[in-house]
């Protein structure tokens, strides 16, 4: 298995690409703490894994919690080799620089930006601990070409993640700690269901995507387990899409 005996933190595990992470690195011998904002949505998650995980309720944004998660992450399993940091969000009301309110801003950084510094804060000094480890970060296709349609704190936000995960990849590499940022295309989850629910705005960004498809959680579950393990131990400071070649191509919208 190829996460045996290694301890990981998963934010966003109650759901999308974190449950579908929490469940493929528990099957590859990791134990997982299960962080999510809502503690039965951790906890299912969890459940769903059996004695291998734990869940922590947190708010990625609020230093307290987030020192807390990489807290109990040591006292339950003794160690701390992975972190993924990968809770985020989109707000509907996010637009265009000219219309997106400062408190839709704040919100979005706040979360998507500051939660991924925090996370970062806390757990390398775990990872130290640990002898070193893996931190990989949620960014975005949109962090390195811009999307298709206005969302201008998600792109700032996930730009910032982009930019402090190289930070952190130089820093730390002499002390054995990675550090990557995945970079998704849009993924069929319960969110982008809803927020493309109108057909012509789910082509409008579907038109861009080579494969004609959205990807899918397990998809990017699978990037991820890739730059936890020891396979990808020379893999830092990466901008690893997986976007189905959406920054590959030039597509004319229809």
């Not at 998660?69 to 996010?94: S, W």
Request: include cysteine.
């Amino acid at each position: 298995m190829r996460l045996n005996g290694k301890v990981a933190l998963i934010t966003g595990g109650g759901s999308g690409i974190g449950k579908a992470s929490c469940l493929l690195f528990a099957r590859e011998g990791a134990k997982v703490v299960v962080v999510d904002l809502r503690k039965e949505t951790a906890e299912a998650t969890a459940k769903e894994i059996g004695s291998a995980a734990r869940a922590f309720a947190a708010d990625v944004s609020k230093a307290k919690d987030a020192e807390g998660m990489v807290r109990f992450a040591e006292e339950q399993f003794g160690r701390l080799d992975i972190v993924f940091n990968n809770a985020g969000v989109f707000h509907p009301d996010d637009d265009s620089v000219t219309n997106t309110s400062e408190e839709i801003w704040d919100m979005v950084i706040d979360i998507n930006l500051k939660g991924v510094f925090l996370g970062c804060k806390y757990a390398v000094p775990a990872l130290l601990r640990a002898g070193g480890g893996s931190i990989i970060n949620t960014a975005s296709f949109v962090a390195v070409m811009g999307a298709a349609t206005p969302q201008i704190a998600y792109t700032a936000s996930k730009g910032g993640v982009l930019a402090m995960t190289r930070e952190i990849a130089v820093e730390f590499a002499r002390k054995n700690i990675r550090a990557n940022a995945l970079c998704p295309g849009p993924v069929e989850t319960p969110l982008l269901q809803e927020l493309l629910s109108d057909p012509a705005r789910r082509q409008r960004r579907l038109v861009h995507i080579p494969p004609g498809r959205f990807g899918k959680a397990e998809e990017m579950a699978n990037a991820a387990l890739f730059l936890a393990s020891d396979e990808s131990s020379f893999v830092n400071g990466s901008t690893f899409l997986v976007d189905g070649g959406i920054t590959a191509a030039y597509v004319t919208p229809e």
